[in-house]
């Protein structure tokens, strides 16, 4: 048996090109975002790589990029689950602030560190901050002590992996082809998981804006290709570039 997995990381942001760090906060996709998405559905159509099954964070820019990508490809009407163990790493106090001024401010180290380390989470946000989602209904069902103020790479992966285990293990199992939209952090955790990456090797790791990623997973749901296969390879190292640099303008 071997099962067929889709990732796809949300079409640009309007935050991603104002070059603000985002995590929870609720932007939608903009133009060019919607462009991607829509490619995204070419790019699955062209593979015949049809999504029986839709898993999708909380957030919008996900929701809209699933939207598009299944349209796209005549899927719209596939069952879905949400949750927000596939949410965006939440950025803390980082949230809705400049990445190059944060960059200058804090000088690359600290910068990267923040970013792209493990285990060092930013510091904590308010819960009154503007950019608090801490009273968001959507997160009600989540004990007030466990809501994120902020996270790392590490709680990113403790997080999503009982919805990755209880959720999308049957449905793969059930040899479902299944689509996860989701977020550069969000996805960077899976594909940790998935791929075993270490916690050293996971900090070069980036996730391009709108561009299938597939993984056919053995028996064990190990990969079968380590690190799968992006549907457009050159548009997905282009984007990785641009996703690493940011910041550096
Ligand atoms: O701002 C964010 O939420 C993320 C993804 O866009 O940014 P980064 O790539 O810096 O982790």
Partial sequence: MSA???LLRHGESEWNAKNLFTGWVDVDINEKGVGEAKRAAELLKS???LPDLLHTSLLRRAIHTANLALDG???HWIPVQRSWRLNERHYGALQGKNKA???EE????QFMTWRRSFDTPPPVLDTDDEFSQFNDPRYADIPADE???TECL???VERMLPYWESAVVPDLKSGKVVLVTAHGNSLRALVKHLDGISDADIVGLNIPTGIP???ELDENLKPVTPGGRYLDPDAAKASIEAVKNQGKK
């Fill in 4 to 6: 067929k997995l889709i």
């Fill in 106 to 109: 804090f000088g690359e180290e």
């Fill in 101 to 103: 001024q944060t960059l």
């Fill in 47 to 49: 593979e015949d790589l």
């Fill in 73 to 75: 490809c005549d899927r």
């Fill in 147 to 149: 809501r994120p103020r």
């Fill in 213 to 215: 990623l597939y993984y």
């Fill in 154 to 156: 590490k709680d990113v």
